[in-house]
């Protein structure tokens, strides 16, 4: 394996996965890594969200202490895999994403001889992920489960948003891609989260602005092709779980309800399409929950790791 040790330090590994050029030049995929105590077959394979990398070590450390080996995956143009001459967080469709998760699960079925593996993602890995595995089903014979913490499975705000706006959305994508999308961003969540803010943990701002990366028209046209796919229902056949936010808010500034509720996400929309994923999905709500679960703070992240526990136990382990 050509992996060196991560930004994170030892003992996380970093390797690099070259592609084909697109558009914009050179791409890659970042795959992170970090070791059970002892050998194993059993692993997982996380995804990050928007405006996102791999950064959340205690998630990483509380599978390695259940026997699993930890993989994650910065998809292209996102953290460890930005380029200098890239678009940070840009593609014109979700499928672009494909070829890193299948050079990701080739590394970590054929190579590292996993044949137990559970795929976990956040936010908009959490639309991308379902997508790619009901697409590849019959080359995932290794698949266990699946964890999606807060997926992103339809667009926030009113119906006439979700419907006459993702009209306009599709056209404009499909006219001029790369025309920004004007959104107010007050980098809440991302302060609630930083510890040099009001959080506790450590991220490097380059790669998670406190303000998030520029929504551009292609990008979101592609969401929104991703939402109607998922939407129409798709046939995941392993045991899947998603956990959200039991509640949601918009505030207008840093308070209590920034900590304990969803503020970027409608958890009524995770809650309802979660059953357009598979065959066997449980939803849980955990009461107190930020975007990232398993960012909350200390009873809620701890309710949402009871959870994923007992979930294993019953239907993967």
């Known amino acids: 394996m050509n992996a060196e040790t991560d930004v994170l330090g030892e003992p996380y590994l970093a390797e690099t996965i070259d592609f084909p050029d697109d558009d914009e030049g050179p791409v890659v995929a970042t795959l992170v890594s970090r070791l059970a105590g002892r050998p194993t077959t059993r692993a997982v394979l996380h995804v990050h969200g928007f405006a996102d990398y791999f950064f959340q070590t205690g ?20 953290g460890r895999s930005i380029r200098p001459h890239q678009t940070p967080n ?19 079925t054929e190579r590292d001889g996993h044949t137990h593996v559970v795929a976990s993602a956040h936010s908009t890995g959490g639309l991308v992920l379902p997508l790619w595995a009901d697409e ?21 705000g009113s119906t006439l948003l979700r419907t006459v706006g993702t009209t306009v959305i599709k056209q404009l994508g499909r006219r001029a891609p790369r025309r920004e999308i004007p959104r107010k961003v007050d980098g809440l969540y991302a302060r609630s989260l930083h510890r040099d803010h009001d959080g506790e943990w450590e991220f490097d701002l380059s790669w998670k602005p406190l303000k998030s990366w520029p929504v551009f028209a292609g990008w979101l046209a592609a969401i929104r092709h991703g939402h109607a796919r998922l939407q129409r ?24 309800d920034v900590h304990s509720h969803d503020i970027v ?22 009461p107190g929950a930020r975007h990232d679960v398993v960012l909350s703070l200390p009873r809620p992240r701890a309710t949402a790791y009871d959870q994923i526990g007992r979930w294993l136990t019953a239907y993967v382990d």
């Not at 509380?62 to 292209?76: I, P």
């Not at 840009?90 to 970590?108: K, N, Q, S």
């Not at 229902?233 to 209590?256: F, H, K, Q, Y």
């Not at 929309?269 to 449980?282: K, P």
């Open 59 to 78: 998630y990483a450390e509380w599978w390695n202490e259940r026997g699993y080996d930890f993989y994650a995956l910065d998809l292209r143009k996102y």
């Open 90 to 108: 840009y593609v014109g469709d979700l499928r672009e994403y494909f070829p890193d998760l299948d050079a990701a699960w080739t590394r970590i």
């Open 136 to 156: 590849r089903a019959a080359g995932l014979g290794e698949l266990a489960g699946m964890v999606l913490n807060s997926p992103w499975l339809d667009l926030q």
């Open 233 to 256: 229902g798709l046939d995941v056949a392993c045991p899947v779980l998603v956990l959200s936010s039991d509640r949601s808010t918009l505030p207008a500034a840093m308070n209590d």
């Open 265 to 286: 996400l409608d958890v009524e929309h995770i809650r309802r399409w979660s059953t357009a994923i598979g065959r066997h999905v449980t939803y849980v709500a955990v």
